[in-house]
């Protein structure tokens, strides 16, 4: 959940990092919230304090520059009822780099 009214910079480390913890904390006890009244879901962020549910068939954006198509948008394929991949979407196309058998990078074709 990002801050938009208030700056914790120049507060000490440990009230940054409290801060920080109740964030994430209030976003897991949201996305809990959604999941039971939304049911069940194949969307999640993924956190190291536990997995976040989105609402299902949410459409995850990754911005990753300044310019406009430095995005990415994935979202999940069904065949029927069943996730069966995912489709990636971007403005521009793209680069394919494997990096070991079970990643792979994608970059903007240049």
Same mark, same amino acid.
């Given at each position: 959940?990002?801050?938009?009214?208030?700056?914790?910079?120049?507060?000490?480390?440990?009230?940054? #990092?409290?801060?920080? #913890? /109740?964030?994430?904390? /209030? =976003?897991?006890?949201?996305?809990? #919230? /959604?999941?039971?009244?939304?049911?069940?879901? !194949?969307?999640?962020?993924?956190?190291? !304090?536990?997995?976040?549910? /989105?609402?299902?068939?949410?459409?995850?954006?990754?911005?990753?520059?300044?310019?406009?198509?430095?995005?990415? !948008?994935?979202?999940?394929?069904? *065949?029927?009822?069943?996730? *069966?991949?995912? !489709?990636?979407?971007?403005? =521009?196309?793209?680069?394919?780099?494997?990096?070991?058998?079970?990643?792979?990078?994608?970059?903007?074709?240049?």
């Amino acid at each position: 959940m990002p801050r938009t009214d208030y700056d914790v910079t120049k507060l000490p480390k440990w009230a940054q #990092n409290r801060i920080a #913890n /109740l964030e994430r904390d /209030l =976003a897991y006890e949201k996305g809990q #919230n /959604l999941l039971q009244v939304q049911g069940d879901t !194949e969307v999640f962020i993924a956190d190291f !304090e536990g997995d976040i549910p /989105l609402p299902p068939q949410s459409r995850i954006k990754f911005v990753y520059g300044d310019r406009p198509d430095d995005r990415i !948008e994935v979202h999940v394929v069904k *065949d029927g009822y069943r996730a *069966d991949g995912v !489709e990636v979407y971007g403005p =521009a196309p793209f680069l394919i780099e494997p990096t070991s058998s079970n990643i792979f990078r994608l970059r903007r074709a240049r």
